[in-house]
T-cell receptor, first 109, second 115 residues
Framework: GQNIDQPTEMTATEGAIVQINCTYQ??????LFWYQQHAGEAPTFLSY??LDGLEEKGRFSSFLSRSKGYSYLLLKELQMKDSASYLC??????????WGAGTKLIIKP | DAMVIQNPRYQVTQFGKPVTLSCSQT?????MYWYQQKSSQAPKLLFH???????NEADTPDNFQSRRPNTSFCFLDIRSPGLGDAAMYLC??????????????FGSGTQLSVL
């Protein structure tokens, strides 16, 4: 079957760096997305990776290793507003999106 | 600003009483999706439209129906809501590109409560 795994919850300190991991097993691969979702709100797009390597966008970076079925989202200089769930989603071989359950990130002062 | 709009933001219905959730978009995207999301769970795709072509997920209960009268609007009808249907319902749109980087734009969601 197809599966995406992310840690359920992580805690980090304001100003620090945190890495949120995502591993996946899918039938085919056509890219990996990261979305941010604040409590009670809709997901918003953060990043898309389809080739191996690191994509940097301001304080957020996303990494992909297709051979390992692995991605991470790196958040630097954490701010309280970064407290949210981070959803990993993979577009499989049939172009359908498979979603992870999300990682709830708690930022402490 | 172009966007995806869902109404209402919060909806309370009674067990078994039909309810309709609405979604509109000004992005002129040709694909519209309805997702169900329960607390701390992955969004679950219910169905999607590619233009007027309706695509129902195999495990979407018959209790859930959808209509897309035109490009801009899409409706989710729950014919007889049960307690298990209480969830956040997310509408999303995308422009079909045939490539993997087709990203979804979400509305603010409708939180449905069933009493």
């Amino acid at each position: 079957g197809q599966n995406i795994d992310q840690p359920t919850e992580m805690t980090a300190t304001e100003g620090a760096i945190v890495q949120i991991n995502c591993t996946y097993q899918t039938s085919g691969f056509n890219g990996l997305f990261w979305y941010q979702q604040h409590a009670g709100e809709a997901p918003t797009f953060l990043s898309y990776n389809v080739l191996d390597g690191l994509e940097e966008k301001g304080r957020f970076s996303s990494f992909l290793s297709r051979s390992k079925g692995y991605s991470y989202l790196l958040l630097k200089e954490l701010q309280m507003k970064d407290s949210a769930s981070y959803l990993c989603a993979v577009r499989g071989g049939d172009y359908q999106l498979i979603w992870g359950a999300g990682t709830k990130l708690i930022i402490k002062p | 600003d172009a966007m995806v709009i869902q109404n209402p933001r919060y909806q309370v219905t009674q067990f078994g009483k039909p309810v309709t959730l609405s979604c509109s978009q000004t992005l002129n995207h040709n694909v519209m999706y309805w997702y169900q999301q329960k607390s701390s769970q992955a969004p679950k795709l219910l169905f999607h439209y590619y233009d007027k072509d309706f695509n129902n997920e195999a495990d979407t209960p018959d209790n859930f129906q959808s209509r897309r009268p035109n490009t801009s609007f899409c409706f989710l009808d729950i014919r007889s809501p049960g307690l298990g249907d209480a969830a956040m319902y997310l509408c999303a749109t995308s422009r079909k590109t045939g490539t993997g980087n087709e990203k979804l734009f979400f509305g603010s969601g409708t939180q449905l409560s069933v009493l």
